[in-house]
C-alpha cells in the first residue's frame, strides 16, 4: 500500500535549488545501504538516533534564509494607518539566495522507519510538524491504519513500505517529488503577489513544462526568478550561469520605444517590431542606449516563442561575471564538500 497526496497545481516556483534529504532510521546499516543506493547528486544527511536529528532539524531552520525577506508591507507614514497597506516586493533578494552558500543545506524531505526505540517515526514526525519539510513514512513495520491515519493527520506526505519490489525506485520518485512540492509551498505567497503583474508566466503551465525542459536538456540544477530584464536565472552543477529573458508582446514593444528614441539602427528596430529577437542589454541596465549602436547585435539572440496564456518570446543567454560580485558556491562543490566530511 502507498499513499500520497494529490499534486501540488500552482505552476513555477520562484526559485528552486538542491536541498538535503534527511534519513532517519535505528538500523546504521539499514542507512548506509540505503544512501549508497540513492543517487549520488541527491545529497543527503543520516542519523540513527532520533534526539539528534530532531536537533539538527531545528537548527538548520532556524539558520536558513527566511522567505519572507523578499516581501515588505507598507502603511500610510503620516496616519501610522495600516488602513492603506502597500506590499512592495525585493526581487532582487529571490535571485541573490543563490550567493548564500548555506541553501544545499536546507532540509526539504525527511525519510523516517516507524520502529525506533527512541521516538516512533510518526511522534517524531508530529515534533517537526511545525517545519515546512516534506515527510516520507518509509517503513517496514507500521500497519496501513497507523499509515492513513497519520496521513489524514497531515503528519506524512506519502507512505512506503520498505518490503514493496520497487520500494527504493519508489522513495526516489517521491523524494523528486516532494522536493518540488517543497519549493511550491515556500513560493506560494510570493508567486500570487509576482503573478498578478510582470510575472504572470509563474502561473503559466506552458512556462513550467519549458523551464523543466531546460532543465534536463542543460543540467540545470538551480534557478531563481531575475528582475531585469524579466526572466530566469539558471545555474548547472559546476556553477555556469545562464539567464533566461523572458519578454512578452508589450515588454518587446516597451524595448523598441526606447530604441527608436535613442535612434537605434534599423534592422534593430525592424527585428523588435516584428518580434523575432530578444536583447540583453547587459551593459546599460537592460535598455538600448547610443554607447551600443555599433554592437547591439552581440547584444540579442534569435526569439523562441512558448505558447502559453500568451505568447512568451524567450532566449538563454552566458550570464555576465559582473552581476555576481561573490564568489559562486556550486553544487558540485556542495557534493565534494559533503563527501569529504563523510570519510572524514
Not at 512556462?207 to 545555474?235: D, M, S, W
Not at 525592424?270 to 554592437?295: I, K, N, Q
Request: glycine share 4%.
Amino acid at each position: 500500500m502507498r499513499l500520497q497526496r494529490a499534486a501540488m497545481n500552482i505552476s513555477l516556483p520562484v526559485y528552486q535549488h538542491p536541498t538535503l534529504t534527511i534519513l532517519i532510521d535505528d538500523s546504521q546499516s539499514f542507512l548506509d545501504s540505503l544512501a549508497f543506493q540513492l543517487p549520488p547528486q541527491m545529497a543527503r544527511k543520516v542519523f540513527h538516533d532520533t534526539q539528534a536529528a530532531l536537533e539538527w532539524l531545528r537548527d538548520a531552520y532556524r539558520h536558513s534564509p527566511s522567505k519572507s525577506q523578499s516581501i515588505r508591507v507598507n502603511y500610510d507614514e503620516q496616519t501610522y494607518s495600516f488602513d492603506r497597506r502597500t506590499v512592495a516586493v525585493d526581487i532582487d533578494q529571490i535571485y541573490r539566495q543563490s550567493m548564500n552558500r548555506r541553501r544545499f543545506m536546507l532540509p526539504s524531505v525527511l525519510v523516517i522507519d516507524y520502529a525506533m526505540p527512541q521516538m516512533n517515526g510518526l511522534a517524531f514526525c508530529q515534533a517537526v510538524q511545525d517545519l515546512p519539510c516534506k515527510k516520507i513514512l518509509f517503513t517496514g513495520q507500521a500497519d496501513e491504519k497507523i499509515a492513513i491515519e497519520a496521513f489524514n493527520r497531515g503528519l506524512i506526505d506519502r507512505f512506503i513500505k520498505k518490503s514493496d519490489h520497487d520500494a527504493l525506485d519508489h522513495l526516489e520518485m517521491e523524494i523528486r517529488t516532494l522536493q518540488k512540492e517543497f519549493f511550491h509551498a515556500q513560493s506560494l505567497t510570493l508567486k500570487d503577489l509576482l503573478s498578478r503583474h510582470s510575472y504572470t508566466f509563474l502561473s503559466d503551465p506552458a512556462l513550467e513544462a519549458l523551464v523543466e525542459q531546460l532543465c534536463k536538456r542543460h543540467g540545470f540544477v538551480e534557478y531563481y526568478l531575475f528582475p531585469n530584464p524579466t526572466g530566469i536565472l539558471f545555474f548547472d552543477i559546476q556553477g555556469k550561469a545562464t539567464l533566461m529573458v523572458v519578454e512578452t508582446e508589450a515588454s518587446l514593444m516597451s524595448q523598441l520605444e526606447v530604441a527608436q528614441d535613442y535612434g537605434a539602427p534599423l534592422e534593430l528596430l525592424t527585428g523588435l517590431r516584428e518580434m523575432r529577437l530578444v536583447p540583453f542589454f547587459s551593459d546599460t541596465g537592460g535598455m538600448y542606449t547610443d554607447a551600443l549602436r555599433h554592437d547591439w547585435i552581440s547584444y540579442c539572440l534569435p526569439a523562441q516563442i512558448c505558447f502559453g496564456a500568451q505568447d512568451y518570446y524567450w532566449a538563454l543567454f552566458d550570464f555576465p561575471a559582473h552581476y555576481l560580485r561573490d564568489s559562486f558556491y556550486s553544487f558540485a562543490e556542495f557534493l565534494r564538500d559533503q563527501s569529504a566530511d563523510v570519510k572524514s
